[in-house]
């Protein structure tokens, strides 16, 4: 049954099921979304923040870190958008399911940043996308410490809303050169300043950009789509992460892939770089290179 969350006994497993995307989203069903996925990730922030303060840490087999909290969560979100769309496929972080490029699927990680999660600070998220035929066509980036949501829809733009306050569309930054730019960055894993060197040199493009910002996580996604960051890099990634900030991300105006350049495929790559213009995304990409 879509959306049933046994409990884990390991790690999640997933499978991928491949056919050729053709996407649509229509103005109805995006507003039949946001009435069903806001009030849930409200409810949702209601287990998240009133467990923050006692929680109980677990740690996976990959040596990742989870909490009653990131299951409960996935759970309530699963149930609401079962309740809508019965038949739609799902994949959340702690229950797995499939990742299908047919029909709609669901993505959903109930706690983007559960390190900053467990340490007490608001800079977590909860993410959840809708894809249509393997493409993003609906992402959203709740905030419930920060008491905001980003969401977007495939053209029909990306928006902001505070509290209960009016949704305002918002867009990225004008573009401005890498030597120039602030960026956002989560960790330092799988590149050249972890313990166990990964390709990518970030050493070298901490040295080339502006500003590095140590934001983290879904956090600075938001901040680049309203524009208070001109790129944001993670060099390691999953779908459950990547596919609702494409949208947001692409709404407002700004151009993503994964470290090797890649436009195409990005939500089955396993890193993923936002910025104002395709120009900086490259310029990015260019000094990260392995050698």
């Known amino acids: 049954m879509p959306g ?11 499978r991928r099921v491949r056919h050729q995307p053709t996407p649509a989203l229509s103005r109805r069903e995006f507003d039949r979304i946001k009435a069903t996925v806001l ?11 009133g467990r923050q303060r006692r929680v109980a840490i677990k740690r996976k087999r990959d040596g990742s870190e989870v909490t009653a909290a990131d299951r409960a969560a996935e759970r309530l979100l699963r149930r609401a958008i079962t309740e809508q769309w019965p038949g739609d496929a799902m994949l ?3 229950y797995g ?25 608001g800079t977590f998220g909860t993410l959840l996308a809708l894809l249509v035929d393997g493409e993003p066509v609906f992402g959203c980036i709740h905030l419930p410490a920060m008491g905001e949501t980003t969401y977007a829809g495939a053209g029909l733009g990306c928006w902001l809303q505070r509290g209960s306050g009016r949704a305002r569309r918002v867009t990225v930054r004008e573009p401005r050169p890498l030597a120039a730019a602030e960026m956002g960055l989560t960790s330092y894993k799988a590149s050249d300043l972890a313990p166990r060197p990964g390709p990518w040199r970030l050493s070298a493009l901490a040295r080339a950009v502006g500003r590095v910002r140590l934001v983290g996580d879904c956090v600075q996604y938001a901040l680049l789509c309203r524009g208070e960051l001109d790129a944001c890099v993670d060099p390691l990634m999953n779908p459950w ?10 709404e407002a105006g700004g151009s993503c892939g994964d470290l090797a ?6 939500l089955h790559a396993s890193s993923f770089v936002a910025a104002t213009s395709p120009a900086l995304r490259r310029a990015i990409c260019r000094r990260l290179r392995p050698r």
């Not at 049933?4 to 997933?14: D, K, Q, T």
């Not at 490029?101 to 600070?121: E, F, K, M, Q």
């Open 92 to 94: 959340g972080e702690e």
């Open 261 to 266: 350049g890649n436009t195409r495929g990005v």
């Open 39 to 49: 009030p849930a990730l409200q409810a949702a922030s209601r287990i998240t923040l």
């Open 97 to 121: 399911g499939a990742l299908t490029d047919h029909g709609r699927c669901w993505l959903v990680d109930p706690i983007d940043g559960t390190a900053s999660y467990v340490l007490g600070l």
């Open 241 to 250: 992460d990547i596919a609702a900030l494409m949208p947001c991300v692409r």
């Open 4 to 14: 049933a969350c046994p409990r884990p006994p390991g790690p999640v497993r997933w």
